[in-house]
């Protein structure tokens, strides 16, 4: 096999050779950390002016509204106060924090949860909803009704309850003056989303889901009409109600013309765009294709397709879907029943937002990292005559594109007869180095979380610092994972544990194979849910040597038994009966485990609590197997703080090289105690 190390330029310089995995490389963990910044919502204000929450891991992880210039040149301003943060923690993940009217704001704040309106431009903001002492009740995913001058949005109340808050759909005056109790218009199931406003305010869209399911197993949509005194009064169920067909509505959006859009994956098991005629409640499917036109309400405020503006009565739809590991953009003109689809360089798009003569999207691709990019169109508003990028989670990362691994998208054969499963592969790249002929790199396969969720093949910092310093990097879409379908979704249905962990295995026993990877130094890493996959996969297989587990999953009856409403019947769906709770739990089979870990884990993690690290670690340090535990103060679910981003990515980095690799690391790293090792 031919030496590895490809990438970018470097001319027909002479490469230094040296062992994988202690190359040098300009991508720190300072640049990775430094480079985290996150969206969390995108909208357009009165002007046309684009606005969107981003969150700084260098102030903490503060989530703060900000605004494009009004100077093409100039920086982007920040809208609400330095004590302020924009952040629901509705459902623990959020998302749906802040809406935008005309110049008025009107946001979730962080600390307090409460609700404030902020006019653009003005420094002052007024609370809207009454102070309870505390972070008690939470609201997301919010319209401002014209027509009542109030805001309606979802409220989630922990007052009576904190494992098992009330949600519901509320209305708050906006008017100045008193703050008043939020009136409730909708009650009576679990959970709610997507209230949203016709135009002329007369009736409301909603969707609604129960336990025991997650939204993408089975929901609702709903429409309501308001009364003259607001009150939601006759209701319809516009799509799920039908027992015999089993559906996930999601995004109800009112076109200028008063017409329900939304999407559901009725009948082919993927996530189509459709229509609500009202006047007989029949459906009709505006287009329909084996490709995902959303993804997973994990959080509130998604918008995977918005109406094009300044188009007098027509509906034109920009959207886009995801179809075998890519995303696509495209408009729809709803009149002449035509679908163009435009030429971007995202290949991954998250969320549209339509402005005057362009769209504002959200994507990556393999070169760009998540940002936010302006799409001009042209007079008929059928092609793309520019596109410009307007924020970046990494601005400066293109500076090191000479360095960049970009994915092979791979399927692999799983367990299961004539099922394959999907992955993106990144080979070590780095233009300065080279590895001798007779080696190969070492592996690091990564588990996303969900476990309902992609790996989406675009830029991301963290790996390229592991390809650029000679590693192989593998992201797995196991079975259980979005983007391919309902059918490929519900693989993983009664089998987690299993099925994911298969398909990790065989991905990694199909590089091995492939001869792209040493199968004598397989490292596995995951978040969350795939925390869980890499530790049952370090207990019950024997392919991986060496484990990092993110805020992992260790005893799934714990996690159970202090699981949050949103996820409270998640896990029974995914793992099944009683007994298999205790058989695929990695901590009740510590015998089992044979290789070194890792654990990371944040102390106010109210998803998965510190105690599932702590277990599996005095677990595995009793049994004398080298092991370390990472606390971070003050960090969730997900780590938002650079100093904790950079200590984590180095310390897995170290750790693998010392225990597994057979190199020294180039980075001048301090490693941490190992128990049974140091």
């Known amino acids: 096999m031919a030496s590895m190390g490809g990438g970018g330029g470097g ?7 040296a062992p994988y995995g202690s190359w040098k490389s300009p991508i720190t963990a ?18 046309g ?50 809406a935008v009217s005309g110049n008025m ?88 989303a997507f209230p949203r406003i016709n135009p002329n305010g007369k009736m409301m869209a909603w969707i609604e889901w129960g336990h025991p399911n997650m939204h993408w197993d089975k929901a609702e949509l709903w429409v309501g009409y308001i009364s003259e005194n607001g009150e939601v009064q006759k209701r319809i169920c516009v799509a799920g109600g039908d027992p015999s067909v089993i559906e996930s509505p999601t995004e109800p959006r009112w076109s200028v013309k008063g017409e329900l859009f939304f ?30 036109f959303t993804r997973p309400l994990w959080v509130f405020g998604i918008n995977s397709y918005d109406f094009i503006r300044n188009i007098g009565k027509t509906n034109k739809v920009a959207f886009s879907y995801r179809q075998k590991g890519r995303s696509y953009l495209g408009i729809l003109d709803d009149v002449q029943n035509s679908v163009t689809l435009l030429d971007v360089p995202f290949t991954d ?85 080279q590895a001798s002929l007779d080696e190969k790199p070492p592996l690091l396969l990564r588990n996303h979380g969900g476990p309902t969720d992609e790996a989406r093949g675009t830029l991301d910092l963290n790996i390229q610092y592991w ?25 993983l249905l009664g089998r987690w544990g299993i099925v994911d962990v298969d398909d990790c295995c065989s991905c990694a026993r199909f590089l091995v194979d492939s001869g792209k990877v040493d199968g004598e130094r397989l490292c596995v890493t995951g978040e969350s849910a795939g ?26 009856s714990l996690l159970r038994a202090e699981m949050h409403k949103f996820e409270s019947h998640y896990i029974d769906n995914l793992v099944g009966g009683e007994n298999a709770y205790f058989d695929r739990s990695p901590i009740n089979f510590v015998d089992k485990f044979s290789c070194p870990v890792i654990l990371f884990q944040g102390l106010d993690d109210k998803v998965v609590p510190p105690d599932q690290a702590r277990k599996i670690y005095l677990a595995l340090k009793k049994k004398g197997l080298p092991v370390a535990l990472v606390e971070y103060e003050g960090e969730q679910h997900g780590f938002r703080k650079a100093e904790n981003i950079k200590f984590t990515l180095e310390q897995q980095m170290v750790f693998f090289a010392r225990l597994v690799g057979n190199f020294h690391v180039a980075d001048e790293i301090t490693p941490i105690k190992i128990d049974n090792v140091d």
């Open 11 to 17: 001319g027909g310089e002479e490469r230094v050779t």
């Open 30 to 47: 300072d640049v990775v950390s430094g480079a985290g910044k996150q969206l969390e919502g995108i909208a357009v204000d009165g002007e």
């Open 349 to 433: 798009i998250r969320n549209i937002i339509s402005g005057p003569s362009c769209l504002y999207i959200e994507g990556a691709s393999a070169i760009h990292p998540l940002s936010i990019a302006k799409v001009t169109l042209n007079e008929s508003q059928s092609k793309a005559v520019e596109f410009s990028i307007i924020w970046s989670s990494s601005p400066d990362s293109m500076k090191y594109q000479a360095y960049f691994s970009l994915p092979e998208m791979i399927e692999f054969p799983t367990e299961c007869p004539g099922q394959n499963a999907y992955a993106f592969f990144y080979p070590p790249s780095n233009h300065i180095y």
């Open 49 to 98: 002016r684009l606005l969107w929450v981003e969150t700084r891991p260098t102030e903490a992880g503060r989530a703060v509204l900000v605004k494009e210039s009004e100077n093409p040149r100039g920086k982007p301003v920040d809208i609400i106060p330095k004590e302020f943060a924009v952040r629901t923690l509705a459902q623990e993940y959020g998302g749906g924090a802040f």
């Open 263 to 292: 999407i559901t994956d009725r009948k082919s098991g993927f996530w189509n765009l459709y229509k609500w005629l009202e006047d007989n409640n029949e459906l009709l499917a505006i287009y329909s294709l084996d490709g995902e």
């Open 467 to 491: 390809t650029s310093r000679g590693w192989a990097f593998v992201d797995v879409n196991y079975g259980g994972s979005t983007g391919y379908g309902r059918g490929y979704r519900e693989r």
């Open 105 to 192: 704001v009107i946001f979730s704040n962080y600390e307090d949860q409460r609700l404030y309106k902020q006019f653009i431009g003005d420094p002052f903001t007024v609370p809207l909803t009454p102070d309870y002492g505390g972070p008690l009740v939470r609201y997301a995913d919010g319209v401002v009704d014209s027509r009542f001058n109030r805001y309606i949005t979802v409220r989630e109340d922990h007052r009576d309850s904190s494992l098992n808050p009330t949600t519901t759909i509320v209305a708050i005056d906006l008017h100045d003056g008193d703050i008043t109790e939020p009136k409730v218009l909708v009650t009576g199931n679990d959970f709610y």
């Open 531 to 556: 925390g869980y996959t890499i530790l049952a996969s370090l207990a019950f297989r024997h392919i991986f040597k060496a484990g990092a587990s993110l805020y992992g999953i260790a005893d799934l």
